[in-house]
């Protein structure tokens, strides 16, 4: 608020931190119910192959359902919920809802991924939960992508996690890269599969050839660490050319679908029917 009203004096800004607390506290007080009124849904955007230009899988992405403030994004709670470890309930949600519906999915061989927060990896068995949601599910551990920043990297429980999930046969994705301290040479001792390229790797491609180039070499580099390399945030066709040109292995953004609610998910993606008996489709 204070930033808005421009020059502000001492008493502006200390009334704006009391602003900012008050939300922040009505705001955990209102996550606390919001899981129990299951007010959080889940949206799933789709990660395409550069190379056939097919679905190969969805990231599941959160949005709060706010009764009177509408569809908040997680950018608005995740920090929030993280501070307040209320991230544990709500991640065991995100992950539990993501693993059931993946098994109404009618393509067998689609993928989904799930963003998990370094506290919500380093806190209790997250990976025996997620054994018992695949078990429940019915579903095979290598088609759920865990993914996760490279903050969780410098964390050792996080870390132990992943070698459980990956050890029970999930892929472990690092989210974001680009934008932490983590090195391509690091991660070669980490339990992990794919890279995603962060956004602002992928944003100027095109509109310099030393963008370009560096964005080559990233994706030479993972591939010499036998790592799936991901772009994210791909909104233009001259950016799809830039990183089918760099041989990314898949992409996804706004230029082939924002994030879906489940039920435009299903009907948009409705899979391979099931033939029947006159042999149609
Ligand atoms: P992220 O995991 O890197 O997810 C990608 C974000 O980029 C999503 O924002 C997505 O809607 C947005 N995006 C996708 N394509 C494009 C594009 O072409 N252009 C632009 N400008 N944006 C694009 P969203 O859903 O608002 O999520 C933001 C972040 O919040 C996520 O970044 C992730 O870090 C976090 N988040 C979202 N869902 C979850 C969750 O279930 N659990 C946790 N722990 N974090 C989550
Ligand atoms: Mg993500
Ligand atoms: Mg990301
Ligand atoms: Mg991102």
């Known amino acids: 608020a204070a930033k808005r009203m421009g020059s502000g004096g001492a008493v502006v800004f200390q009334d704006s931190l009391h602003q900012t607390a008050l939300t922040a506290l009505r705001t955990e007080q209102d996550m606390f119910l919001a899981i129990q009124r299951d007010e959080f849904v889940l949206h799933y955007q789709p990660i395409v192959a550069t190379a056939t230009g097919a679905t190969m899988g969805f990231e599941a992405l959160v949005r709060w359902k706010h009764p009177e403030r509408g569809l908040i994004p997680p950018l608005d709670f995740i920090s929030l919920a993280e501070e307040t470890w209320m991230i544990v309930t709500l991640g065991r949600w995100i992950m539990e809802t993501g ?11 689609l993928t989904l991924a799930i963003n998990v927060s370094p ?29 996760v920043t490279e903050g969780a990297l410098m964390d050792r429980a996080a870390v132990a996690q992943l070698h459980e999930l990956r050890a029970i046969g999930c892929r472990i994705a690092i ?10 040479a690091y991660l070669r001792h980490l339990p992990i599969d794919i890279i995603k390229i962060d956004r602002s790797f992928v944003t100027p491609l095109g509109s310099a050839p030393g963008v370009d180039r560096f964005f080559d070499a990233i994706v030479g580099l993972a591939r010499t660490l036998d790592l799936r390399i991901v772009a994210e945030g791909v909104e233009t066709v001259q950016q799809l050319r830039s990183v089918k040109a760099a041989r990314c292995d898949a992409a996804q953004g706004y230029l082939f679908s924002k994030p879906l609610g489940a039920d435009e998910r299903q009907s948009r993606y409705p899979g391979s029917r099931p033939v029947n008996s006159d042999g149609a489709a």
């Not at 693993?99 to 061989?109: F, N, P, S, V, Y």
């Not at 997250?126 to 992508?145: K, M, Q, S, Y």
């Not at 989210?175 to 391509?184: A, E, H």
């Open 175 to 184: 989210d974001d890269f680009g934008t932490g301290y983590s090195s391509l």
């Open 119 to 147: 506290r919500q990896l380093g806190s209790g068995d997250f990976a025996g939960a997620v054994r018992a949601a695949l078990h429940r599910a019915g579903i095979e551990a290598p088609r759920v992508t865990i993914e």
């Open 99 to 109: 693993i059931a519906e993946l098994a109404t999915w009618r393509d067998r061989d």
